[in-house]
């Protein structure tokens, strides 16, 4: 019989709990009457998710006394835009969706954000259950009330701080997710790794936690450790006024790594390719010991992932310019000072600029 740990986040504009496990989505529709109550759900989801798992959640919801009705998009990044989520609006409007509906989140980073953000707006918030279905979402992005679509001009930069009024994380889904999706998703975890435990970071670099067939249980302690890891800095700083920039660490060059690719590399492995460049940028530029910046490039290529990409220094700026932590020409660059410490540290664009450029061999 496998655990099932319970991580409480206590963000001031709502606490709510994140239960992680094996084989919890016929509890999703009790986790939503608990959390939520109201007589009707609406189900997001993406064509990949939805034909998997949204009966088995339709009818947890069904059993617990909700009728409901499902939103299915196209999968992937080019979904996450302003027409998806106006989709979204307008079925759930022909659903006949009230204030009491709960939103259920069921899918990856891209499907909770989206959802999140329409629960935010749809008759000005309705409660949001997340229920993540890959291994990014269920450590990150389900975690923390970031919402968002992306425009062409850049990544979320339309979005809202909308927490959920529940998590539940399925680890048992993480089955059939496609070994390079499951591989991206570790992206996340070096991240919080270096950002707060030294622990971690050697555990997930030393032994890989997608090896097949995967070990639940070991994934389940990997998931509840980086929620507990991401709990801490979002009830310090919900809004991110301060430590909670540090969770952007490698994202500063990673989302422009990710939009020069055309989204056609991941979130995660973007972010760890934006955490190495940035890693032996600073130490080239004195921010960081070059033994730490070594010890976070050698982690992340012992994982499989990115230590470069085939964008140049020049897209990668230009993208890092419609970054939201650029206040006028200062960047709030996150730098790691230590495996498990980082720092935010204000700087102008033009010593970004040198870093990324070192830090990307130009
Ligand atoms: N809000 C936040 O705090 C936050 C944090 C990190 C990332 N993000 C966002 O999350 C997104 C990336 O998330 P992602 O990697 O989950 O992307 P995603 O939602 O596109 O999922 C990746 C792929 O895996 C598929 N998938 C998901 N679960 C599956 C399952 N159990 N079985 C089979 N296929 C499955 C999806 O259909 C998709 O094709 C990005 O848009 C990123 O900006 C947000
Ligand atoms: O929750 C946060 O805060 C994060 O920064 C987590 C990131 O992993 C995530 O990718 C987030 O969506 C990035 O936020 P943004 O504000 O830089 O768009
Ligand atoms: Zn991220």
């Known amino acids: 019989m496998s655990e099932t740990r319970t991580v409480h986040v206590s963000a001031p504009s709502r606490p709510y709990d994140v239960t992680v496990g094996v084989g919890l989505l016929p509890r999703v529709g009790a986790v939503c009457r608990d959390a939520c109550g109201g007589d009707t759900a609406f189900v997001v989801t993406d064509s990949n998710v939805g034909p998997l798992y949204g009966d088995a959640v339709e009818r947890s919801l069904a059993e617990a006394g909700y009728g409901t009705a499902r939103f299915t998009f196209p999968a992937g990044e080019a979904s996450k835009n302003p027409a998806t989520l106006f989709s979204c609006l307008g079925a759930m409007a022909d659903a006949g969706c009230t204030r ?144 909670r920039q540090t ?68 897209e990668v700026l230009a993208l890092s310019r419609s970054d939201k932590k650029r206040h006028g020409d200062t960047v709030n660059l996150v730098v790691p000072v230590a495996v498990g410490r980082a720092e935010v540290v204000p700087m102008p664009f033009e010593r970004y600029a040198a870093v990324v450029r070192r830090g990307m061999g130009g």
Not at 189 to 217: M, Q, Y
């Open 100 to 243: 009491d509906t709960t939103v259920v989140a069921l899918g990856g980073g891209v499907t909770g954000d989206l959802a999140g953000l329409a629960a935010a707006l749809y008759m000005r918030g309705c409660p949001v259950v997340q229920v993540p279905t890959s291994l990014l979402a269920m450590v990150d992005s389900s975690v923390g009330g970031k919402t968002a679509v992306d425009l062409p001009q850049g990544k979320n930069l339309v979005g809202a701080f909308w927490q959920p009024w529940a998590v539940v994380a399925d680890v048992a889904c993480l089955e059939t997710v496609p070994g390079d999706l499951l591989l991206d998703s570790v992206g996340e975890v070096v991240k919080h790794g270096v950002l707060a435990d030294p622990e971690l970071f050697g555990e997930v670099t030393s032994s890989p936690v997608t090896a097949r067939p995967l070990d639940l249980d070991r994934l389940a302690a990997v998931v509840a450790r980086n929620v507990e890891i991401k709990r801490d800095v979002v009830d310090a700083d919900e809004r991110e006024r301060g430590l």
């Open 247 to 314: 969770l952007n660490l490698g994202h500063t060059a990673g989302h422009a790594i990710e939009a020069a690719s055309g989204f056609s590399l991941g979130h995660g492995s973007s972010v760890a390719c934006g955490l190495a460049v940035v890693a032996r940028g600073c130490a080239a530029e004195g921010l960081t010991d070059p033994a730490v910046a070594d010890a976070i490039v050698a982690g992340i290529e012992a994982c499989g992932l990115p230590v470069t990409c085939d964008a140049s220094v020049d």
